[in-house]
């Protein structure tokens, strides 16, 4: 028997095809399930029901966003990999000025391939310094993509932009799997949480500390701008001033805050927070 859930999932992907003539009826109901659930949580809306009475009424911005969750590529490691060539020599720069403790977050971290990214850039400085350390916070609302970073095991495919020598060293081969290797990750360095952000009750997530680099990547663009504006100010409440803010390629900051930041570098979406409160 069809559940009244599965029927507007149904109604939903009607519109979709009506729309965009993208035929999304042969996925995975689970997945569009989940993706359509955290689209409506990020809105606030309680239920599927709230959520397709808003799409009726927002076709016309709401769709695109609402594909664009659906077709949102599985995540990978060094997932565009300029971003971390920058972060590596933001890091760098940071120790040559005496820092010997980074702290980074990571928003909507999905199943860790960007926290162990990071983790394994880090490592490497702390291997040549033994007064460097570091900690890692990756964040998704997702409880299902949390209990699969904590497994930290990966397809061949999630791991094609790792460097060889890399794979060798943090990664173990079961079978066709890849899995992370533990037992190189000092306790309490990484913290997986499931949490919405944007509600704040976490006080591993905000105010426990500030972060030097906050990751968001991909994330402000399925939210309106009230929750965009909202989700800027919650990361200036939790940057340290003259920290880094990571947004994806294809992201803005709304002009009415661009004034808290400064883009460090072209091509990709890095500012420098410059320490005021929105």
């Given amino acids: 028997m069809i559940s009244d859930e599965q029927k507007i999932v149904e109604k939903i992907l009607k519109i979709i095809q009506n729309e965009k003539n993208i035929d999304f009826t042969k996925y995975k109901f ?14 606030g809306f309680k239920n599927i029901l709230m959520y397709y009475n808003y799409l009726i009424k927002n076709v016309d911005k709401e769709i695109d966003v609402l594909v664009n969750l659906f077709l949102i590529n599985t995540s990978e ?25 980074i702290k980074v977050l990571s928003i909507g971290c999905s199943t860790g391939e960007e926290v162990y990214t990071i983790f394994m850039i880090l490592n490497e400085y702390r291997e040549k310094n033994k007064n460097f350390e570091f900690k890692i916070v990756g964040v998704d609302l997702d409880e299902d993509a949390i209990i699969q970073a ?5 397809s061949k495919s999630s791991i094609k932009n ?14 066709d799997s890849y899995i992370f290797n533990k037992e190189l ?15 704040g009750k976490t006080r591993k997530i905000v105010g426990a500390f500030k972060y030097d680099f906050v990751f968001c990547r ?6 309106d701008k009230e ?3 909202e989700l800027i100010k919650k990361i200036t409440e939790i940057l340290a001033t003259n920290g880094y803010f990571i947004q994806g390629k294809s992201e803005y900051i709304n002009k009415k805050y661009s004034k808290y930041f400064k883009e460090i570098s072209s091509g990709v979406r890095i500012y420098k927070y410059l320490g005021e409160r929105c």
């Fill in 150 to 154: 904590n497994k930290a095991t990966y």
């Fill in 77 to 101: 490691f060094f997932r565009d990999p300029l971003y971390f060539y920058i972060f590596d020599n933001l890091v760098n720069t940071l120790l040559k000025k005496g820092e010997n403790y």
């Fill in 218 to 223: 991909n994330l402000l663009i399925y939210l």
């Fill in 227 to 229: 929750l965009q504006n």
């Fill in 30 to 43: 689970n997945t569009i399930f989940r993706r359509i659930n955290h689209r409506l949580i990020m809105l």
């Fill in 185 to 199: 990750i000092p306790k309490d360095c990484i913290t997986f949480i499931d949490e919405n952000i944007l509600e």
């Fill in 162 to 175: 790792v460097p060889h020598s890399f794979v060798e060293k943090y990664f173990i081969k079961k079978n």
